[in-house]
C-alpha cells in the first residue's frame, strides 16, 4: 500500500483555504498513486486556533468544511484529515481533537486524542476532553495505530517524569497493529527534531512496527511548524522523508521498504529557515502588508532583522530606515548603507533631531532642573517609532522590531519605540546566537552581507554619549547563560550560582531586571518562537508581582 | 465553635508579605476567639500566580511559608490555608491545588482541588493535577467538608451543561458533613455575584447544612476579585457577609447561626468600585508609582478614568495633561480643566503642534503627493503618547490609558499613542457603560463631576476637521450589542441578524474589524476585567488567521 505523507501549510481559520489546499494534495497523491494520503493535525482549521474554538459558528463550519473535503477528493484514495469535532458525551470540554479517516466521501473510521498538552504554548485542556486510546482502524488489510500529536510522547525514556498515566503507544500496540500513523502540529524548537528522531527511534525498537509521522509545516503568529513530517521502518530506520521549513507531498510503500540517509540539522541553519519561514508566513497569510520595513541601526539586530526579512520576502520588499540622531556614530549610517547594498534593498534616511527637539522645547517648563536620563533617552527611541510607524501606516508595511531575546529580558528596549512593530523577529534569540546567525548569513552567501563593521563594532544603544551596552551589563556570554537558565530552564539565583559559580549578585540583579520587566514584554509584539521556552503565550508571567520568595530563608532541615 | 472568615488581599508572589498579612489576621481573630481561621485559595501564594508555579524555588518557598505561618500564629486557633504543593503522584502535572488545616503548629487535614478550572482566564490544568474528593475532616467536633473554589460549581442547576464529571458538593454530602467550608479565588464579573448566591442558596436547600465561603478581595494585574465571603445557613440564608471589595474579618458563630438582610448590588456601583480597587491595587501592589498621569481630552473616557484614579489615590496622587493639536475643539482644553478643577487633580497643558510639525516636516520627502490620512492621524495620537510617556518617565508616573471596551475591540484607538501606558481602566467596559459610570460618578458625588458638557458631546477622536466616531461607526447603543454578542457571548453573524434583526453588513463589517485588530489588542496594556470575557488573558486569538467560516455554506440538511 502507498501512503502519501502530506505536509501541508494551513492558515489559521482559513477553512476554505485550506479545503482547497488538501484537496489539491490528495489529487497530487492520487497521480501518483497513493492508497492513502494523511495530513497534520487540526489541519482543517489550521493550529493553533485558538479562541476560534469556542465559536459555535466556525465548530459548525470545520465540520461542514470537513465533509466538503471528503466527498471532492478522488475515489481512489483514502483521507486521514485532522479536525476539531463536538464531543458526544454531555459531560467534559465540549470538543474533542480528532483524526478522522474518510474513504469515498465517507468516514470509514475516528480516533480522539488521548493526551492533551497542557503547557508552554499549549492549551489545549482550555478546549479538548481527552479521548482513550482507539481501537486500530482497518485500511485496506492494514490496521492502523492512529493517534494524534502528543499522544506519542509518552515515552518512559524520553519523559523527565510522567506528564500523564495513559500510553497510547503501547497501548496500541497491545491491540496489534500493522503501523502507527501520527497526525502532529508539533512545533519547531532548536534541538527538537533529535529529541523526535529519538523517540521514533525507540517506539520502532520497542514495538517493531513501522511509523508514519505527518507534521505541520508553516508559521501561525508565533509559532513556527518545521514539518520534518517522515516514515520510520521497522527496524528504526528513516525510510522516507519531507523537507524541513516547506510544503512536501512525500510517497511510501508499505511493500517496498526503502532506507535513506539520516538529515543533518544544524542548530543555527534551522534557527535561520525558521526565522525566514517566520517572517514569510506572517505577511503572506496576513495577506495585509506590501512590504516590510525595518529600522537600522548600523548594529547586528537590525542587520540580521534585514538579512532574513530579503531572504523571506526579496529585496523589493524590504525597506530600511536610518534614524540618525546628535548620538548616532557616524557608523550608524554608513554601516547601514553598506547593508542595504549588500542587500539589495532599498534605505531611507530620516534625522529625528527635528522631532527630538520639539518633544524637548514642549516638555521644558516641565523637566525644567532635571537632568538627562531615560526619560530623554526613550523620547529618541520613540521619534523612531512615531517615524517608522508613519511610513507603515501610510505605505501598508510591516514594521518589524529587530530586539533580541537577551534585550527584551532585561528590558534593554524602549517602549513604543524600538519595540514598535507587528512582528518581533529576534525575540527568542539570544545576542551570542544573533552573532551567530549573522556569521552564517555571510557563510551561506559567500560573501559579506553584514558589514564586518557592525559585526565587530561593541553593542550600544546610542541614546547618549559613548553608550556601551556592557556599561549596565555583564558581558553577552555571561548574560545569555544566565538568561537561559532562568527564563528557559526555570533555575533560580540558588541552582544558578552552584552550577556557574557567577556572583550572586550579579544573577539576583539579572533575575530582577527580568521579572521588572514583564509589564514591556506584556506588550511586545509577537515574536518568532525557535526555543522551546520562547516569551510571549508560553510564558505566561504577573506584571504585579513582588517575588520575595528569595527572601525566604531556608530551614535547616531542608539544606541539609 | 466560631469560624473567622479571613479575606485578604495577597500580593502574587510577595510571600513574605501574604505570610505577615496572614498572621495577622489569626492573631486578630484569636483575641475575638475564633477557633478557626479560613483563608481564601492559594492565599499563600496569592492568586492567580501564572507560571511563577513552574519555579521549583519558588513552590519550596512556599511551602516553606506555609509551615512558618502555622508555627507562628496563636496556638488557640485552627487555620486553613490554600497553597500549590508538590503533586505526592510521579504521575500527572507536578503540582496540586491545596487546601490545608494546621493545628497547633501540625498539619492535621488536607485536600486537593478537584475541578480545575481551564477556561478564560484561568489555567489550573496547565500547573495542577486533580484530587478527588477527600474524606470530610475532623475539628474540634465538626465535620469540615472542605474543598477549593470550582469544586461548587458543578451545580445541575447552574451549569448550561456538564464540564465535569465529578460533583465534590455532593460527595461531600454523601460522606456525611456538618458543614461546608470553601476557600475561592474567584474573580469578580458583572453579575457573578447573583450566580454565586444563588449556587450557595440551592446547595444549602439541597444537602441542609450551613456554607462557608472565603474569597479572596484585590486586585492581581487585569484580575480583581471582589471578596463577598459569606456564611449561608443550613437553610441557605445569608447568615453573615464580609465587604465587597476590601479586605474583612468576619465571625460566624457556628451555635448561634444569626440571619443578616441580604447585601444589595448595582451593576454600575459595583464596576466602579472593581475598576477603584483595581487602580490602586496595581499602583500599591507594584510600589513603582508616586502618581497615576492621565492624558485628559475632554472627553468621556479621559474623564471617568480620571475620577476613578482620584477616588483611587486621591486627588493629589493624580496629574492630567490636555495635550490640543490644530484639530482640537476648545471644549477640549476648556472640559479637561473643568474636570480638573471639579476632582482637584493637577492639569498641564502641552500643546503637540511643534512635534506634529516636526514629524511632517521628517516625512515630507517620503510623503509629498499623498493626501492626509491614518498614518498623519496617528502622529498626533503618537505625539501624545511620547509625551505622556515622557513625563510618566521623567517622574516615574503610571500612565494610565482611557480607551473602552468598544473602541478597543474595533480598534478605534492609536497603538503607541492613545493605547500608551500601564493599565487600560475601561478596557472592559463598553462604551453606554462608561456613561453609565460618568452619572454614577456625578450622581454619588452628589455634584458635578464630569463636566455636563463631556456627558453631552457627540464623541469624538479629532484627529482630523470636524470627525465624529458616528461617521463611521453605528450608534454606540447597537455597536455595543452587537460587540457583546460576538465578543462575550460568541455570537455568529447568523445568531446576531436572527436575534436583533440589524443589517447583516452592519455586523459583518463590525465583526471584521473585530478580527482584524486583534495586533493592537495583543500589544494593548492589562485590562481591568469586569465582565465574564474581558480582552487580554482570557481571550486568547490568533493574530495570522484568515476567518472565512462565515462563507463556508451551511448545507441543506443543517439549515432545516
Not at 461542514?64 to 486521514?80: K, L, N, W, Y
Request: proline share 6%.
Amino acid at each position: 500500500m502507498k501512503i502519501a505523507l502530506a505536509q501541508i501549510n494551513p492558515t489559521v481559520g482559513d477553512l476554505a483555504g485550506n479545503a482547497a489546499r488538501i484537496i489539491d494534495f490528495a489529487e497530487s497523491a492520487a497521480r501518483e498513486g497513493a492508497d492513502l494520503v494523511v495530513y497534520p493535525e487540526l489541519c482543517v482549521t489550521g493550529y493553533p486556533p485558538l479562541d476560534l474554538l469556542e465559536s459555535d459558528a466556525f465548530i459548525d463550519a470545520a465540520a461542514r468544511t470537513m465533509e466538503h473535503i471528503a466527498r471532492q477528493v478522488p475515489e481512489s484514495v483514502g483521507i486521514i484529515l485532522g479536525c476539531p469535532l463536538r464531543n458526544p458525551s454531555p459531560i467534559g470540554k465540549r470538543l474533542i481533537n480528532a483524526a478522522v479517516l474518510f474513504e469515498g466521501g465517507l468516514e470509514v473510521g475516528r480516533v480522539t486524542k488521548v493526551l492533551l498538552p497542557t503547557y508552554d504554548v499549549f492549551d489545549e485542556y482550555r478546549y479538548f476532553e481527552a479521548g482513550t486510546t482507539g481501537p486500530p482502524i482497518n485500511f485496506r488489510g492494514l490496521r492502523l495505530g492512529l493517534h494524534v500529536c502528543e499522544d506519542m510522547w509518552n515515552n518512559e525514556e524520553q519523559a523527565d517524569y510522567h506528564l500523564y498515566a495513559a500510553n497510547p503507544i503501547d497501548e496500541l500496540a497491545a491491540q496489534g497493529i500493522d503501523l502507527y500513523v501520527n497526525i502532529s502540529a508539533s512545533p519547531f524548537s532548536h534541538g527538537k527534531h533529535r529529541r523526535r528522531c529519538e523517540i521514533l527511534e525507540e517506539i520502532c525498537h520497542e514495538h517493531g512496527k513501522p511509523f508514519v509521522l505527518v507534521n505541520q509545516v508553516g508559521a501561525n503568529t508565533e509559532v513556527i511548524f518545521d514539518g520534518d513530517s517522515r516514515v520510520h521502518n521497522a527496524d528504526g530506520t528513516l525510510a522516507v522523508c519531507a523537507p524541513s521549513f516547506s510544503e512536501g507531498l512525500v510517497l511510501w510503500d508499505t511493500q517496498a521498504p526503502t532506507s535513506m540517509c539520516t538529515k543533518t540539522h544544524d542548530r543555527i541553519a534551522d534557527m535561520h529557515d525558521a526565522l525566514v519561514l517566520g517572517i514569510r508566513d506572517y505577511v503572506q497569510k496576513t495577506g495585509a502588508f506590501e512590504k516590510a520595513l525595518i529600522g537600522l541601526s548600523g548594529g547586528i539586530d537590525s542587520a540580521v532583522t534585514a538579512a532574513l526579512a530579503v531572504e523571506a520576502l526579496g529585496p523589493d520588499c524590504v525597506d530600511g530606515v536610518t534614524m540618525p540622531s546628535r548620538f548616532s556614530s557616524t557608523g550608524s549610517v554608513d554601516d547601514s548603507r553598506s547593508l542595504a547594498e549588500n542587500l539589495g534593498m532599498t534605505i531611507h534616511e530620516i534625522g529625528i533631531a527635528p522631532a527630538v527637539e520639539s518633544f524637548e522645547q514642549m516638555l521644558e517648563p516641565l523637566f525644567k532642573g532635571t537632568s538627562f536620563g531615560v526619560a530623554e533617552e526613550n523620547i529618541q527611541a520613540r521619534s523612531r517609532g512615531v517615524t517608522l510607524m508613519a511610513i507603515s501606516n501610510k505605505f501598508g508595511h510591516l514594521l518589524l522590531t529587530t530586539g533580541n531575546k537577551s534585550e527584551l529580558s532585561v528590558g534593554y528596549a524602549t517602549l513604543y519605540g524600538d519595540m514598535s512593530g507587528g512582528l518581533a523577529v529576534l525575540a527568542d534569540v539570544f545576542k551570542e546566537d544573533v552573532y551567530a546567525l549573522a556569521r552564517y548569513v555571510n557563510q551561506r552567501a559567500d560573501r559579506e552581507i553584514i558589514p564586518r563593521a557592525t559585526l565587530e563594532k561593541p553593542p550600544s544603544a546610542e541614546l547618549r554619549p559613548d553608550q556601551l551596552d556592557s556599561d549596565s551589563l555583564p558581558p553577552y556570554g555571561v548574560l545569555d547563560d544566565i538568561l537561559e537558565r532562568y527564563v528557559e530552564r526555570l533555575q533560580d539565583v540558588d541552582v544558578i550560582e552552584a552550577e556557574t559559580g557567577y556572583e550572586r549578585s550579579v544573577i539576583l540583579r539579572i533575575l530582577r531586571m527580568v521579572d521588572r520587566n514583564e509589564y514591556k514584554r506584556r506588550q511586545a509584539p509577537p515574536g518568532l518562537r525557535v526555543s522551546a521556552k520562547a516569551f510571549g503565550m508560553g510564558r505566561r508571567l504577573p506584571i504585579v508581582m513582588n517575588p520575595t520568595h528569595r527572601s525566604i530563608p531556608v530551614t535547616p532541615e531542608e539544606s541539609a
